[in-house]
């Protein structure tokens, strides 16, 4: 059978890191509340030329790069976002044009923090179902766009950034022991939509509005959820959480992650954790904790990984690849 298999992953951060201590100045809080509250310690911050577009083509490139590969080998884009550089066209077609390709398609993909989840299933289901042979998975972010600066619920949790994975379509034996994807669970749930939302849209204020969040109403479902389609993944190939080597979890919140892990039965050092050093970079999250569990030595070939995800909407998911 045909799998989806990671040929190259790659990530890309703006260049401006924002410690907590600056928060202090412009917002009622500390660096011990917002350490203590959510693992966060820094963040980047993208500046006027950095951008969703620019992000994401330089975390594009560094994946091809690792895969040995030019954008002619690449058929497909998808990008997973929530802050395109305009309402339309898609982001990822001028991630096409900065890329230098003149073939094949790109769309873009909404649905927040779940988003790279949501758009690596889909590629699988792309790859499989004989629409491509090799694509560009990206993830990329520029929140700050949207935060409202004065308000030290939602400002002091966002970061910046891009993460990107080249996947190819290759033959497997149909066995767990197959690289590639293996199982994904994606669910949503839109009576919750209220609990995180931006408050702007071309339809309904003509503004870009700014993000808007019940924290506590947030944190209460995240850990059933997520539980939830992980556990279906768990059912989908046969296995348990024993036989997890990595559990690289969206990056919103360590004491999400960690009661998370718990519940699932998932040992802290088979959990990868970039909160502290981007804080939660919504679509952005995923692919950068891949990358950065690779480059640490911690993810190798061979290894089952386990991805989630939960954003607004809302929306979440799960992905298990063997690497």
């Given at each position: 059978?045909i799998?989806?298999?990671?040929?190259?992953?790659?990530?890309?951060?703006?260049?401006?890191?924002?410690?907590?201590?600056?928060?202090?100045?412009?917002?009622?809080?500390?660096?011990?509340?917002?350490?203590?509250?959510?693992?966060?310690?820094?963040?980047?911050?993208?500046?006027?030329?950095?951008?969703?577009?620019?992000?994401?083509?330089?975390?594009?490139?560094?994946?091809?790069?690792?895969?040995?590969?030019?954008?002619?080998?690449?058929?497909?884009?998808?990008?997973?976002?929530?802050?395109?550089?305009?309402?339309?066209?898609?982001?990822?077609?001028?991630?096409?044009?900065?890329?230098?390709?003149?073939?094949?398609?790109?769309?873009?993909?909404?649905?927040?923090?779940?988003?790279?989840?949501?758009?690596?299933?889909?590629?699988?289901?792309?790859?499989?179902?004989?629409?491509?042979?090799?694509?560009?998975?990206?993830?990329?972010?520029?929140?700050?766009?949207?935060?409202?600066?004065?308000?030290?619920?939602?400002?002091?949790?966002?970061?910046?950034?891009?993460?990107?994975?080249?996947?190819?379509?290759?033959?497997?034996?149909?066995?767990?022991?197959?690289?590639?994807?293996?199982?994904?669970?994606?669910?949503?749930?839109?009576?919750?939509?209220?609990?995180?939302?931006?408050?702007?849209?071309?339809?309904?204020?003509?503004?870009?509005?700014?993000?808007?969040?019940?924290?506590?109403e947030v944190?209460?479902?995240?850990?059933?959820?997520?539980?939830d389609?992980?556990?279906?993944?768990?059912?989908?190939?046969?296995?348990?959480?024993?036989?997890?080597?990595?559990?690289?979890?969206?990056?919103?919140?360590?004491?999400?992650?960690?009661?998370?892990?718990?519940?699932l039965?998932?040992?802290?050092?088979?959990?990868?954790?970039?909160?502290d050093?981007?804080?939660?970079?919504?679509?952005?999250?995923?692919?950068?904790?891949?990358?950065?569990?690779?480059?640490?030595?911690?993810?190798?070939?061979?290894?089952?990984?386990?991805?989630?995800?939960?954003g607004?909407?809302?929306?979440?998911?799960?992905?298990?690849?063997?690497?």
């Amino acid at each position: 059978m045909i799998r989806s298999v990671v040929r190259g992953i790659g990530s890309s951060l703006p260049r401006r890191i924002m410690k907590n201590a600056e928060f202090e100045k412009l917002v009622d809080t500390t660096d011990e509340w917002i350490v203590q509250r959510t693992g966060i310690r820094q963040r980047h911050i993208a500046s006027e030329d950095e951008t969703t577009a620019s992000l994401g083509e330089a975390a594009a490139r560094r994946a091809l790069d690792d895969a040995g590969l030019t954008p002619d080998d690449i058929d497909m884009i998808i990008l997973a976002t929530s802050t395109p550089n305009n309402t339309f066209p898609a982001t990822a077609v001028e991630i096409q044009e900065r890329l230098g390709m003149r073939h094949g398609y790109a769309f873009d993909m909404q649905a927040v923090c779940s988003g790279f989840v949501y758009a690596i299933t889909t590629a699988d289901l792309y790859l499989r179902g004989g629409q491509a042979r090799r694509m560009l998975v990206i993830g990329s972010e520029t929140f700050s766009r949207i935060l409202d600066w004065n308000d030290r619920t939602t400002c002091v949790l966002f970061g910046d950034g891009a993460g990107a994975v080249v996947v190819e379509a290759a033959e497997g034996e149909g066995g767990l022991a197959d690289r590639g994807i293996l199982a994904a669970s994606l669910r949503s749930d839109g009576t919750q939509r209220d609990k995180l939302y931006v408050d702007g849209g071309p339809s309904t204020t003509c503004t870009v509005g700014h993000l808007r969040m019940q924290g506590r109403e947030v944190f209460k479902h995240a850990v059933g959820m997520i539980t939830d389609v992980v556990e279906d993944v768990f059912a989908k190939a046969g296995i348990t959480a024993d036989d997890i080597d990595w559990f690289v979890p969206h990056q919103a919140n360590k004491r999400i992650i960690d009661a998370s892990a718990k519940k699932l039965g998932i040992a802290d050092e088979k959990v990868v954790i970039t909160v502290d050093l981007h804080g939660n970079t919504s679509a952005a999250s995923v692919p950068l904790a891949l990358t950065a569990g690779v480059e640490r030595g911690q993810i190798k070939k061979g290894d089952l990984v386990l991805l989630e995800a939960m954003g607004g909407g809302f929306t979440w998911g799960a992905v298990l690849v063997r690497w």
